[in-house]
């Protein structure tokens, strides 16, 4: 909460004045930042039928607000933990939401391509390529959300679309 009032300007007094704790100041940040990533993502998936730019556009919408909130995105890797009680159930519905959102559009992939990979890992390996995001990227070095996405989008989508046999075989 100090590090929040000496970021903000406003006094430590006044932070807890409108948030009573650090834990409901986290509960609200989180809550909002997965309820606009969810409902941003059904927005932008409206219409699309394409399995591959589904999954595109789920990577995109997910690097887009990253990188415009990358302070808010620190907090939340760092303090995913915090939350309690009501607080940690409510976030972790949303949470869950967006995971199976996910893994829905990886099976619609498998499906469409007839491919042949484990869904767990790769939506789980494809949130670790996102979410560290925040710990590397330079806005003066590296490309803008839009390119990034399109290349990690490349580099994950040409790994689960890898024949499994071919895979297995080591080709």
């Not at 300007?9 to 948030?19: E, V």
């Not at 469409?112 to 869904?119: A, E, K, N, V």
């Not at 490349?154 to 679309?161: A, N, Q, W, Y």
């Amino acid at each position: 909460m100090r590090d929040l009032s000496r970021e903000s300007g406003m006094s430590l007094a006044g932070l807890y004045y409108y948030f009573e704790s650090k834990e409901r100041l986290l509960y609200l940040i989180q809550k909002h930042t997965f309820s606009t990533i969810v409902q941003r993502l059904k927005a932008r998936l409206e219409g699309v039928t394409d399995a591959e730019e589904r999954i595109r556009i789920f990577i995109l919408n997910h690097l887009e607000y990253f990188l415009a909130n990358q302070a808010a995105m620190k907090v939340l890797s760092h303090e995913a933990e915090a939350l309690k009680n009501g607080f940690a159930s409510e976030v972790a519905a949303i949470k869950r939401e967006y995971y199976r959102i996910c893994v829905g559009l990886l099976d619609d992939l498998k499906a469409d391509r007839g491919l042949q990979f484990s869904t767990r890992i790769a939506v789980l390996s494809l949130f670790g390529m996102m979410n560290w995001i925040y710990t590397w990227h330079n806005p003066r070095v590296d490309a803008d959300a839009a390119s990034m996405a399109r290349e990690m989008g490349d580099l994950f989508l040409r790994g689960v679309m890898v024949d499994s046999k071919k895979r297995r075989d080591g080709r």
